[in-house]
């Protein structure tokens, strides 16, 4: 079954919120502009009428019936050639007054005279083809029995021109307030976030062995995932060591009857001897197998141990040149006095010393060991100038129970447990030809490890 793709949280939230963000920002904007339309419409009217409402106060009849414009009024922009800003009274369908924006020697009327008692507002054209927006106007004069039709007129760019203006204003400010507001939404979610990447580095650490359970100050809402961690940890702890001590209570009651059977064997006739030591034989191999595989399990479990390569490493050379001191082995190791090995030193010293063990047993002259530090962890090469092991046969040497040369004293499970404990540290074991020698062999191990300096 294909997993899932994982998704970053982090990244998923920012978008969502930048999403509302925007949509809610938009429409904010959209209602804004709106709004601040119909202000400036309704301002727009109230200039117009202001102005219409001070030529009714100038208009007045004579004595004769003629209509008279008492001090018009003479705002600026009612003053600017063909401006759009005009005004008008009419009287019986002439043109008595208009405004100087309106300059022409024969005065035409902006519109017909239409029966509007109340003030109202239209859209009309202007002489020049302007978009115009009209506050009209019809009045009875009761002493008179006489109608006056006023007109006052605005361009409708002006209209426009303030709500764009405005629109680009709030456009921009809500873009520098989107803005501000990811920065900090980027922030917020940064120190949110924080526990979590704790938790995650408390984790990384118990992988890595420098710690052994969880002991984090995190907020309510991962204390309880805290505590359930810790829990998983102990209960792993706890089935393997039950597991280790079923595989190691199992193999010891094997060892009895096995030395049993080894020992009435020598009364029964050889033929039938010969089966019951090779069937015990193999029951052996597989006792001393699982006990390892047991002690390995145990030890594995221990992730905060460390191991300093070097030491181990010194230890091993001295007690093997003890032990070849007859064959007048040269043996040597080249390796940083702070490279450590992530694990129990149990396993480095049984992963170590099986393998210069062989290449001690089958080296002519010397044996040369070397570590260093790799991108992945650890190397550790171990290289003899003995008659090696042809390329076909590498890797069966790593078979439980095989042993190339029947004639050396032996279980074959060495390097078959080497192997394991190896596969189990996530590491890797892998044979090539020897560089110090013609023939011989040499044994790469990669495994956890770093160097660690202490300043």
Request: neutral net charge; contains cysteine.
């Amino acid at each position: 079954m294909p997993t899932a793709k994982p998704y970053s949280l982090r990244s998923r939230l920012i978008w969502r919120v930048t999403l509302f963000m925007f949509v809610a920002l938009s429409v904010l904007s959209v209602a804004l502009v709106l709004l601040f339309d119909s202000y400036i419409e309704r301002r727009f009217d109230r200039t117009l009428t202001n102005q219409l409402h001070s030529l009714l106060a100038a208009a007045h009849f004579d004595q004769n019936g003629e209509l008279i414009l008492k001090g018009a009024p003479s705002t600026a922009r009612f003053q600017e050639t063909l401006s759009g800003w005009y005004w008008q009274v009419i009287h019986q369908q002439q043109v008595k007054y208009q405004s100087p924006s309106l300059y022409a020697d024969a005065p035409a009327p902006l519109l017909d005279e239409i029966n509007l008692p109340k003030l109202s507002f239209i859209a009309l054209e202007g002489p020049t083809g302007l978009p115009l927006r009209a506050a009209v106007q019809r009045v009875h004069f009761h002493a008179q029995d006489q109608h006056v039709f006023v007109v006052a007129t605005g361009p409708v760019a002006d209209i426009q021109r303030d709500v764009i203006q405005f629109a680009t204003r709030l456009i921009g400010a809500f873009a520098l307030l989107g803005l501000i507001l990811g920065l900090l939404l980027r922030w917020q979610l940064k120190q949110l976030l924080q526990p979590v990447r704790t938790l995650q580095q408390g984790i990384k650490a118990i992988r890595d062995g420098s710690q052994e359970s969880l002991a984090l100050t995190l907020p309510s809402e991962l204390t309880d995932v805290q505590t359930e961690l810790n829990h998983l940890l102990q209960n792993n702890k706890e089935i393997l060591e039950r597991a280790r001590l079923q595989a190691s209570n199992l193999a010891h009651a094997l060892k009895n009857p096995i030395s049993v059977l080894k020992n009435h064997a020598a009364n029964l006739p050889p033929a039938d001897a010969r089966v019951i030591l090779e069937q015990a034989d193999k029951l052996t191999q597989s006792t001393h197998s699982h006990l390892a595989r047991a002690r390995l399990a145990g030890s594995f479990e221990k992730l905060s141990a460390r191991t300093n390569v070097a030491d181990t490493l010194s230890e091993l050379v001295f007690s093997l040149e003890l032990l070849y001191k007859p064959k007048g082995l040269k043996m040597g190791f080249a390796c940083h006095p702070d490279l450590v090995f992530f694990g129990d030193p149990h396993d480095l010293d049984e992963v170590l010393g099986n393998l210069m063990d062989n290449a001690c047993k089958w080296a002519q002259h010397k044996v040369c060991v070397s570590a260093e530090q790799i991108a992945r962890g650890i190397e550790i090469h171990i290289e003899d100038d003995g008659p090696g092991i042809p390329a076909q046969e590498r890797q069966n040497v790593f078979n439980p129970g095989k042993r190339l040369d029947e004639t050396t004293q032996g279980t074959g499970l060495g390097l078959n447990i080497v192997q394991d404990i190896v596969l189990l540290y996530g590491g890797q074991v892998t044979l090539h030809d020897s560089t110090i020698a013609n023939s011989g062999l040499k044994i790469t191990l990669q495994l956890p490890g770093k160097l660690v300096t202490t300043d």
